[in-house]
């Protein structure tokens, strides 16, 4: 990798601790005001499961490596290296052409939600889940470019 996309990396990592710290500071706050001083505050749960699911997917989409991906891979690693390509380049198309397929409904029902708020922090639910618009760009422009890396001979 060259020294910008390493930079972008350790940028996209650093985005992905921050919500993890936020999602265990809110944690915190919200085991101290139930078990200590027996007042126990929605908005943090609400702010745990908004940074968990923004964390999972951001990490899916900037911080995590391919190999890093649970994979299915037992016929995989027992095939040739042409048959590797071959199912690789199958799965690449397959996930693309999902993707691509599915963005357009995803889209509209993301901005559908513009008019539903969470309950606690009362924040436009159209933000909380763009992030799996994030994700789907992120993911078809990974397996994009595997796919030309295969058809290059790049990549099995």
């Known amino acids: 990798m060259t020294n910008t996309s ?7 990592d650093d985005v992905g601790v921050i919500m993890l710290s936020l999602m265990f500071l809110a944690f915190v706050v919200q085991i101290t005001a139930r078990y200590v001083f027996n007042y126990p505050l929605g908005w943090t ?16 989409s900037f911080s995590l490596r391919n190999e890093d991906h649970v994979r299915f891979d037992m016929i995989y690693l027992n095939v040739s290296p042409k048959a590797k390509r071959w199912l690789a380049a199958i799965a690449a198309i397959a996930i693309v052409v999902t ?23 009362r924040i436009p639910l159209m933000y909380v889940f763009s992030v799996y618009l994030v994700f ?20 099995s």
Do not use: H
């Not at 749960?45 to 899916?60: K, N, P, R």
């Open 6 to 12: 390493n930079w972008l990396q350790r940028r996209a």
């Open 45 to 60: 749960l609400e702010l745990c499961l908004t940074m968990w699911l923004w964390t999972v997917f951001w990490g899916a």
């Open 99 to 121: 993707m691509l397929v599915a963005l357009p409904r995803t889209y509209d029902f993301i901005s559908f939600l513009k008019i539903k708020k969470s309950g606690t922090l």
């Open 136 to 155: 789907m760009v992120a993911t078809i422009a990974i397996y994009a470019r595997g796919l030309v890396r295969i058809f290059k001979g790049e990549a």
